[in-house]
């Protein structure tokens, strides 16, 4: 009976010892992760980005092409702005401008209409942190928990689970080689669907800008759209007009 309590002791032991070490080893991913990014000291200098590039759109009556600008500014401030050609499909240019000024988000959309965005999509956006989720993710309040390696293709992976304050949860894979995030995998609320919907995000072609990695490709997949953005430019502490963050004076 005695042997039997000493190893329940121990096994009890060993369980909160692996915990804590799960805890430590998930901070130490980070911080490499960090690392391989550029560096705290680079990624804290980066106060603003735009990404311009190309976008291939794959939808059921073929591919479809178009022009993307992704501005972004610290600490959580976004401004996309998508333009497809959907001549093919019968409906001609289509234009969405989504904007987000910390607060409030906005999109103007030539085929949806012009709405207010709220929700789980506002929280995700609050949520958000630019340039990186983990460089201060403790003092606003998220978590991070990690799990089992997975394989990306056919690059091993860890599993990093971003529970922010507010918002959706997020898993984040980073290549257990390089550090560098391979994708991400968040729910989403989709109003128009009255429903959640499963959104993968794809990062590859890390390219270095000022010092700071950036991936020059992004796949985005849902069950209703895919769609890939190829960065032709990145530029990055631009001078921001802070007017494209937030909805026109004219609704338009």
């Known amino acids: 009976m005695r042997t039997f309590a000493r190893l329940v002791v121990a096994a009890a032991f060993l369980a909160a010892w692996a915990q ?18 550029g560096g705290r000291a680079a990624l804290q200098k980066v106060k603003s980005r735009l990404v311009t590039g190309t976008l291939a759109l794959t939808t059921p ?3 479809m092409a178009g022009t993307v ?34 607060e409030t988000a906005y999109a103007m959309d030539s085929l949806q209409g012009n709405r207010e965005v709220t929700g789980n999509a506002l929280d995700n956006m609050k949520a958000s942190s630019f340039p990186s989720p983990f460089l201060n993710y403790k003092e606003r309040g998220a978590t991070v928990e990690l799990g089992a390696q997975e394989k ?36 989403v609320n989709v109003p128009q669907l009255g ?8 990062f590859s072609d890390y390219r270095d ?8 490709q992004i796949k985005n997949s849902s069950p209703l759209q895919t769609y890939t953005i190829t960065a032709t430019k990145v530029e990055q502490n631009i001078q921001v007009d802070e007017s494209l963050f937030s909805k026109p004076a004219d609704g338009k």
């Open 209 to 216: 800008v000022d010092g700071v990695k950036v991936p020059f």
């Open 69 to 102: 600008e992704l501005l972004n500014e610290a600490p959580n401030k976004s401004r996309n702005l998508m333009k497809v050609d959907l001549s093919a499909a019968g409906i001609g240019l289509v234009t969405i401008d989504q904007r987000f000024n910390g």
């Open 152 to 187: 990306v293709g056919d690059r091993d992976a860890y599993v990093l689970t971003y529970k922010p304050k507010t918002g959706s949860t997020v898993r984040m894979y980073l290549d257990a080689q390089t550090y560098l995030p391979l994708r991400s995998v968040v729910k």
């Open 61 to 63: 009556v073929g591919n």
């Open 20 to 37: 804590a070490a799960s805890a430590q080893t998930a901070d130490e991913i980070i911080e490499k992760h960090l690392a391989a990014t």
């Open 195 to 202: 429903q959640d919907v499963e959104q993968t995000t794809d």
